[in-house]
Every structure is written in C-alpha cells, then in structure tokens.
C-alpha cells in the first residue's frame, strides 16, 4: 500500500525558512507528478506547486520566488523549500501524488487515484 508521509512543519516568524518534505512509502514501475497543496483554516486547499515527472516544476504567483519544489528520486522525496514566509503561509501542507503523463498508456498506473498525505502544519506567526 503506498503511503505519503509529510514532515517539517512548524511555527517560525515571518520571514524565516521551513523546508518540508514528503516521503513516498511503495512504489512500482509507473511514473508520477508530485505536488504541495495547502489548507488554511476556514478555506479550501489550495493548490502550490508540483514537480512532473519530467522535472518541469510549476508554481503558484502567491509563492513564486520564495518557495522550491525539488525531489531526490534516490529516497523517493519531494521537499518544499520555503524562505520569506509570511503570516498568510500558514496552514496545513499536503503533498500529492499522481499518475504522469507519460504513464498514461498504462490501464493499471492510469486507473491509480492520486494519493494524499496526512499533511504537516505550518504556522507563521508576524
């Protein structure tokens, strides 16, 4: 059973750096796109940034500059480098894993639903 394991959080005050990381427990021969999303208390989750399989990495402009997305496939983690946190940073943080593209063509790694995370709490206080 594959698992999402997210650790790192925190509380810092504004401008201080969290780095968060997401390991991913089983794996198999599909590829996958990681992502970051993030739940302030009283919102929907929101969507951060994500790494495709293919080492694009895409961001959100509330984040753009500040945070990092990157991933050692050697220990099958994604981290979250976060620097200048502001206050409206704070929130839970979930990472996501889902199906690439390039596995598409695949029926058994196209039929895997994305997983989640527990998520890790981020909190920056002003």
């Known amino acids: 059973q594959v698992r999402l394991f997210e650790s790192g959080g925190g509380s810092v005050q504004a401008g201080g750096s969290l780095r968060l990381s997401c390991v991913v427990f089983g794996h198999n021969s599909c590829s996958y796109d990681l992502s970051w999303y993030r739940q302030a208390a009283g919102k929907e989750r929101e969507f951060i940034s994500e790494i495709y399989n293919s080492g694009r990495t895409t961001y959100i402009d509330a984040v753009k500059g500040r945070f990092t997305i990157s991933q050692d496939t050697a220990k099958n983690t994604v981290y979250l480098q976060m620097n200048d946190l502001k206050p409206e940073d704070t929130a839970m943080y979930y990472c996501?894993?889902?199906?690439?593209?390039?596995?598409?063509?695949?029926?058994?790694?196209?039929?895997?639903?994305?997983?989640w995370g527990q998520g890790t709490q981020v909190t920056v206080s002003s």
């Open positions: 996501k894993r889902s199906t690439a593209i390039e596995s598409m063509g695949s029926i058994s790694c196209a039929s895997e639903p994305p997983i």
